[in-house]
């Protein structure tokens, strides 16, 4: 393995090892608890839920491997606060696009070589890219499992 | 740059950036604020702030780059689950050692050599790192940094 693979081994496997924590959370939370905020007043665990589909959705887009699945998520649990829309999906329905989407994600992720591993995201043009080489296709990952960590460390809250 | 010294950057700018979210955190939360509990129950934000300081100190011993700056703290952040301890630094005392801690591992890292970054940490023993290669210095902070985003949201939970 060269240290490059490495490189790409541990940011995929923080990745995964975030995602099934959170899974694992999921599993202990029930529906009903999942309505509930974590703290009074700020979010739900049903939008910090849909937020994060919506936010791995986009992934799909920035590393130019395929259209969002959940198109319909980014109005609510993106450009919208919680409690804000008036019609979101049930907590059981997000659970099944959770699940649905990490399906996908992986699937394509396998299919990513190390080089391109390495190439720029879709957000950054070629010029900018040849200035900042660290903006590329991992970096993507790595700035997105800080997220999941960040929110899977208030979901937590909800367990009695 | 090489891919090696591009990993290498985008692990040590994650890290950098989530101390940098942490510091604001703590900025906009009052010694008061941090003595409540995020949720009835749960951790104070003072026993947030002591184990993050805990937990990278340890990081020194894993990077084999020198001794622990508090390891008084060992005790009542990692060991014991909080309000067991029945003495513990003040908030005041904890920002101090965590800007102090700061400063310490910012140089140390920086002269970690791109080489080193890809050998072993001390708590894998040479054998399993000819199998494991992943299990080296730059996993460390790319773990931390999982851990350190996790308690991090947790922590803006207490802003009002």
Known sequence: MTQTEIAIKM????????????NKQLSDLNDDQLQKEIVPGKNRGIYILGHLIAVHDDMLILLGIGEKLFPQLNEPFIKQADKVATQIPSATELR???????????????????????????????????????RNKLNIIITRTSHLQYHTGQLVLLKN
Do not use: C
């Open 96 to 134: 099944i696009m959770w699940a649905k989407q990490n399906e996908v994600l992986k699937d394509k992720f396998d299919k990513i070589t190390t080089a391109e591993w390495f190439t720029k995201h879709t957000a950054v043009s070629e010029e900018d890219f040849l200035k900042e080489p660290h």
């Open 11 to 22: 940011v995929l496997d923080r990745w995964y090892g975030s995602i099934l924590n959170l």
